[in-house]
């Protein structure tokens, strides 16, 4: 048989071998081709260095931008907690200054009431005597006025003024001299005005006081009243003026 009647034999000049071939070398191509124009395409998507530089450069910036906020939203609420706290502060140092005033004020307040209960009284003058128990108002016995010694009177039956410069003493001590006699409006002798500088016969200014007959007696072998007050509390008695 000829080779006319064998096809998988055909010449490749005939016209069927030429498309078999022809077949095979795009099939051949097709699959040499395909990789090759994926690797081509990866190398166009892949990005170039200075675009890879350009997006770092963008993420410092990003990230310095991100940092600068954080640092002004740190920094204002710093200042705002540093002018919470001063305005706090002074409140507080404010209320502490008021207190203080108050708690100064309150202790002058205390002291000068302290002051003018321990002050001593205001001593009454010679005509305001009813709070040492004698009669007011009183007078200085003059000469030839009727007046009359008190009952349970141990002293002289003299003439009140004959009593004037007897000596006042308190024991051995000598403490005033008698300047007069004081009588109330009913003409009874209650009290003796006593000078404390006329036993030394000084002339300090000393003021005469009013001085109780209940608080003397008369010593005979003296001829002068005795006291139990002291120098002191016959000074503190009220001024005769």
């Known amino acids: 048989m000829s080779s006319y009647f064998r096809p998988h034999t055909r010449s490749r000049n005939h016209p069927l071998g030429k498309v078999a071939t022809a077949t095979a070398l795009v099939s051949v191509l097709t699959l040499t081709t395909l990789p090759l124009s994926g690797a081509f395409a990866a190398d166009a998507q892949a990005p170039s260095p200075q675009t890879l530089e350009g997006a770092a450069d963008q993420m410092r910036t990003d990230a310095e931008s991100v940092g600068d ?82 009952a349970g009177w141990t002293g002289p039956a ?59 007696t008369y010593e005979p072998t003296q001829n002068a009243f005795q006291t139990t007050m002291t120098k002191a509390e016959l000074l503190a008695l009220p001024a005769w003026n």
């Open 158 to 216: 003299s003439m009140p003024q004959d009593l004037v410069d007897m000596k006042i003493n308190h024991g051995e001590e000598g403490l005033a001299e008698v300047n007069g006699m004081l009588a109330n409006g009913k003409g009874e002798i209650v009290a003796i005005i006593a000078d404390p500088e006329g036993f030394m016969n000084l002339n300090l200014g000393t003021q005469d006081v009013v001085l109780p007959l209940t608080h003397v």
């Open 69 to 150: 906020k954080i640092a002004d939203t740190a920094k204002s609420a710093g200042d705002t907690i540093a002018e919470t706290a001063k305005t706090a502060g002074d409140t507080i140092s404010d209320a502490a200054k008021a207190a203080k005033n108050e708690i100064s004020e309150a202790a002058q307040t205390a002291k000068a009431k302290a002051e003018d209960m321990m002050a001593p009284a205001e001593e009454p003058s010679g005509e305001e005597l009813s709070a040492q128990n004698l009669s007011s108002p009183l007078h200085e016995v003059i000469k030839g006025e009727t007046t009359a010694y008190p």
